[in-house]
C-alpha cells in the first residue's frame, strides 16, 4: 500500500524520533586525529593552509593528545617533520627523531591512548618522494629496506600500530617480517591499501613539507578511475598481514569504501584528507555554509559508507559535539 497509508514523514517528526530510528551512528569511538610532530621544545606553529591545525614540538603534541584523550578521541597518527632531510631519508628511523620523541610524550601525558604512526619517506627525503630513487623513479625494491627501519624504530619508542603509507608493493609482507622477528608481534599494522593520487592532499604537503622536488606520485600511487585494482590492492596486503585496511581519501572514494567493507572481513579506515578537510574550514570561514553542520554530515557519510575508522582533522571538535 503507498500514500495515505503510508507516511514515510511520520518518522521524522521530532528529534526524539529521528534519534531512535537513526541507522547510523558516530561515535567518538571512531575517530583518530592525524597530528604533525616537528624538532624543538614550546613549538606551535599553525598551517595557514589548514586552518585550526598546527605543527607541534613533541612536548606540546603530548599535552594536546592528553586533551584529544579527555574528549573521547582514542587514537592519533603522527606524522614527522625532521629538521634534516637526505635522498634517503635516514631521520626516519632516528631514536630521537620528533615521532619517536612524540610517541613517548603521549605515552608518559596520555599512557591508555592509540598512538599510529604514518610510515613513509616523503617527509624525511630531500626529493619528497616516498622512497628512495634510482634513474628518477622511486626504486621499490630498496624502499622497502627503509620502511622497515622506520616502522621497527617506532615500534621500539612505543607505537601501537604503524600505518605504511607509501604504497610501495610488499611493504606490509615486509613490516610484519621485522615486526615479527623482532619481538613486535603486537604492534599492528593499519596499511594504506587503496590510496589515490589525489589532488586532495595539497593542504598536507605544506603542512608536512613533502611535496615532490620534480615529478609527481602517480608512478605509485593509485589512478582514481581504478576499483578494481583497489580490492587488489587491499587483498594483496590483508595476505601480508595488515590488520587494518584503508582508503584515502574519504570523499571521493565513498563507493570503495562500501565495496572494501561489503567483501572483506577487516576493519576499514577511511582518510578525511586535508583538501576534505580545508574546504570546510574556508567554505564556513566565509559564511557560505553551516561549517558545524557540514562537518557532522561529511563523517557521517563516511561512517555510512561503511569506514569502522576515520582519520580526520575534525576529530576533536567532532567528538565534543558528539559528547555534547
Known amino acids: ?21 537513526r541507522e547510523t551512528r558516530l561515535s567518538p569511538d571512531d575517530l583518530i586525529l592525524p597530528m604533525f610532530v616537528c624538532q ?9 593552509a589548514m586552518p585550526g591545525v598546527t605543527r607541534m614540538s613533541a612536548d606540546n603534541i603530548g599535552i ?14 603522527l606524522f614527522g617533520i625532521p629538521e634534516r632531510k637526505d635522498a634517503i631519508g635516514s631521520e626516519a628511523w632516528n631514536d630521537n627523531g620528533p615521532v619517536q620523541l612524540a610517541i613517548r610524550e603521549i605515552k608518559e601525558r596520555a599512557p ?9 619517506m616523503c ?18 625494491d630498496a624502499t622497502l629496506e627503509l620502511l622497515v627501519r622506520e616502522a621497527l624504530s617506532h615500534a621500539k619508542a612505543g607505537a601501537d600500530i604503524v600505518a605504511p603509507s607509501d604504497m610501495m608493493d610488499g611493504r606490509v609482507g615486509a613490516i610484519r617480517h621485522a615486526l615479527d622477528t623482532n619481538k613486535f608481534s603486537q604492534v599492528a599494522i593499519m596499511a594504506y ?4 593520487a589525489s589532488a586532495f592532499y595539497g593542504p598536507f604537503r605544506e603542512a608536512a613539507d613533502s611535496a615532490p622536488k620534480s615529478g609527481d606520485r602517480r608512478g605509485y600511487q593509485m589512478d582514481p578511475p581504478n576499483a578494481r585494482e583497489a580490492l587488489r590492492e ?20 565513498l563507493d570503495l569504501i562500501w565495496r572494501v567493507k561489503e567483501k572483506f572481513n577487516v576493519p576499514v579506515a577511511a582518510y578525511n584528507v586535508s583538501g576534505e578537510y580545508s574546504m570546510i574550514r574556508a567554505a564556513g570561514r566565509n559564511g557560505w555554509i553551516d561549517e558545524e553542520r557540514a562537518m557532522m554530515e561529511m563523517l557521517i557519510s563516511i561512517k555510512r559508507a561503511g569506514a569502522d575508522l576515520i ?9 565534543r559535539k558528539l559528547s555534547g
Open 1 to 21: 500500500m503507498s500514500f495515505p497509508l503510508n507516511r514515510p514523514r511520520r518518522l521524522r517528526r521530532t528529534e526524539t524520533i529521528r534519534r531512535m530510528v
Open 40 to 48: 624543538g621544545r614550546g613549538i606551535k606553529d599553525p598551517i595557514e
Open 64 to 77: 594536546e593528545a592528553r586533551e584529544t584523550f579527555a574528549a573521547g578521541v582514542p587514537a592519533v597518527i
Open 112 to 120: 591508555e591512548m592509540c598512538v599510529i604512526t604514518d610510515v613513509c
Open 123 to 140: 617527509e624525511y627525503t630531500d626529493h619528497g618522494h616516498c622512497g628512495a630513487l634510482a634513474g628518477g623513479e622511486v626504486d621499490n
Open 193 to 196: 591499501s587503496a590510496k589515490f
Open 234 to 253: 587491499v587483498a594483496l596486503d590483508i595476505e601480508e598481514g595488515a590488520d587494518i585496511v584503508m582508503v584515502k581519501p574519504a570523499l571521493p572514494y
Open 311 to 319: 582519520l580526520t582533522y575534525f576529530a576533536k571538535d567532532a567528538a
